[in-house]
C-alpha cells in the first residue's frame, strides 16, 4: 500500500475526481446474498475511498450513489438504500469532521424521503466549518434533470429581462449546475465493468480523463484508488490543442 501511494507524484493529482460506484448487485449476487448487502458492503468502500482520496490530496470527491432512475427500482430496493444512507450518515458525522471532509450534495432532493434529506442536511451544517476534502454526493441526480433545470432558470431570467439571450455562454450553464461551486471533474472512475455514463455530469466530463474497471464497487480498495490516480498521471490532457502546444 505505502508502495503504490509513493508512485503517485503529488503535484499532479487530480483536484477532483467522480466515481460511479456500481456493482454492489452483482458482488452479492456472486455471493448468493441479497443485493442489499451488496449497498451495505459498498458503504465500507465509500468510508475506505474518502479516507485515501483525503491522504492522496484529492479536493473534490463526487460520488454518484443514488440516480434519478434508481427510483425505479424495487421499492425494497430503494428504501434499504435511503435507510442505509440516513444510517451511515449518522455514524460517519463524527469522524467526517475528524477528518476535516465537508459533506455536499447534488441531486432532485423533492423526491427523497424528508427524514433522509434532513439527516443529510444535518451533516452539511455540522461539517460545513470543515476546510479539507469536499464528499459530494449525487443523489437521487441525474444529469438531464441538471441541464433541464439550468435551462428552465436560464429561460426564466431572459423572460424576466435579466439577462439578454445574445450573451448566454458556457458559463451561464455552468453556473446554473448543482456543481456551479466546483471545478470538473479531472477524473472519472466507473466500477463494476460497463463503459457507460448513465447520466452522470454529461455537461461538467467534457475533458474528463475516463477510468474503467471491472471490480465491483465493494471490492473496490484504496490500491485500486492509488491505481486510477497513477493511470490518470499517464495521460496527455490535450484539451483540443496538439501535443506539442501542451509540452512546451
Ligand atoms: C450501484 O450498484 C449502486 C446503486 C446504483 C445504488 P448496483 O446496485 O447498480 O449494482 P449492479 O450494477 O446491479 O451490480
Ligand atoms: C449508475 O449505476 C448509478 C449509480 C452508481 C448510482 P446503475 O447501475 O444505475 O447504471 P446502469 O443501469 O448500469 O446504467
Ligand atoms: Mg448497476
Redesign the pocket.
Known amino acids: 500500500m505505502t508502495s503504490i501511494i509513493n508512485q503517485i507524484d503529488p503535484a499532479r493529482v487530480p483536484a477532483h475526481v467522480a466515481i460511479?460506484?456500481?456493482g454492489n448487485?452483482r458482488w452479492a449476487k456472486s455471493r448468493g446474498l441479497d443485493r442489499c448487502e451488496g449497498h451495505v458492503e459498498g458503504v465500507s468502500t465509500v468510508r475506505k475511498i474518502t479516507e485515501i482520496a483525503s491522504e492522496t490530496g484529492v479536493r473534490y470527491l463526487t460520488l454518484?450513489?443514488?440516480?434519478t432512475?434508481?427510483w425505479n427500482r424495487p421499492k425494497e430496493e430503494v428504501d434499504a438504500l435511503m435507510h442505509l444512507i440516513v444510517v451511515a450518515i449518522e455514524r460517519e458525522t463524527p469522524d467526517l469532521i475528524k477528518n476535516n471532509v465537508r459533506l455536499t450534495m447534488i441531486g432532485d432532493f423533492d423526491r427523497m424521503p424528508s427524514s433522509a434529506y434532513e439527516r443529510l442536511v444535518r451533516c452539511i451544517n455540522d461539517t460545513s466549518h470543515c476546510t479539507g476534502l469536499v464528499l459530494n454526493l449525487?443523489l437521487s441526480y441525474s444529469s438531464r434533470w441538471e441541464l433541464t433545470r439550468a435551462a428552465r432558470e436560464i429561460a426564466r431570467d431572459a423572460a424576466a429581462g435579466l439577462i439578454d439571450p445574445a450573451e448566454i455562454n458556457d458559463e451561464t450553464v455552468a453556473a446554473h449546475l448543482a456543481t456551479a461551486s466546483m471545478p470538473d471533474p479531472d477524473l472519472l472512475i466507473r466500477t463494476?465493468g460497463?463503459f457507460?455514463v448513465?447520466n452522470?455530469l454529461l455537461w461538467q466530463l467534457a475533458y474528463t480523463e475516463l477510468y474503467f474497471t471491472d471490480t465491483y464497487w465493494p471490492d473496490f480498495d484504496k490500491e485500486s484508488f492509488c491505481r486510477a490516480i497513477i493511470e490518470y498521471q499517464s495521460r496527455e490532457r490535450r484539451f483540443g490543442l496538439t501535443s506539442e502546444q501542451v509540452t512546451t
Open positions: 460511479i460506484m456500481d448487485g454518484y450513489a443514488f440516480s432512475e434508481n449525487a463494476g460497463d457507460r448513465s452522470f
